[in-house]
């Protein structure tokens, strides 16, 4: 697999009509000098002697990249208060991790408001995965600013055993429920580690005790390419199929509307629109609501 050809090919993208204007956003946004990046739940920039006509050039660009799925970020005196709140995923997966000097990469990474939080911690080398070219021009949106050596590839894990460089540690967050296969997608998880190196991986989840998985219809909690749900026992079945020497469970969590919720810069629904009204233990469609499992895998 050519790597440079298939960028080549999702750079192309950018020429397309919706995409063409947000890079325009994105290309004429004022060059601030002097930023200072604050690397806490909400993701701040300050700078001083910022003009009302930049300021507005600014606001207009971060609406004009909606939707805004993770944050929030504070971008001078605008606050991007996107759907996630993504600093409790974030601080939950904290406590299990070691991001010094290693070489990082997160796949499904939106757009790197996970990236941004891990530059406290001084890793070797982050790079984020996400075939989404609204999300790599939000991440280019802050990054504009914050002038940081993250590297932002619009590749996804289908990719990584191709790709230039092994990796320390990679996060999988929320992606594996997308993928038809998900041994596959574990194996090249796998392939892409360096030796003993980790994966922190999160999912949706079913309870039971018997190795099965959920595999709905059209959509789940109106989500449409959902493909598997495993139980616990299943989860681990898979991760022991694609080589992993470890299966450690950190958390089991339910999503709620304080993580998840609708804001003015999503433009549509969130979750209290895809549970049952009548029974929020369950979604729209009668499957068991939203739980998510947090575990880290050893190579």
Partial sequence: MNLDNIRYEKNRCFEWKDNKKRKIIVDNLPNIQNCYLELKDKITLTCKNISDEEMTKIYQGAIGLRPWRKGPFQVFDIFIDAEWQSFIKYNLIKPYINLKDKIIGDIGCNNGYYLFRMLKDKPKTIVGFDPSVLCKMQFDFINHFAKTAIKFELLGVEHLPFYEHKFDLLFCLGVLYHRGDPVKTLKELWSALNKNGEVILDTFMIDGDEPYSLSPDKTYSKIPNIYFIPTVKALQNWSKKA??????????????????????????????????????ELTIEGYPAPKRIYIKLKK
């Fill in 243 to 280: 080589k992993f020497s470890s299966f450690e469970v950190l958390e089991i969590k339910k999503t709620d509307t304080n993580e998840q919720r609708k804001t003015k810069w999503i433009l549509g629904e969130s979750l209290s629109d895809f549970l049952n009204p009548k029974n929020p």
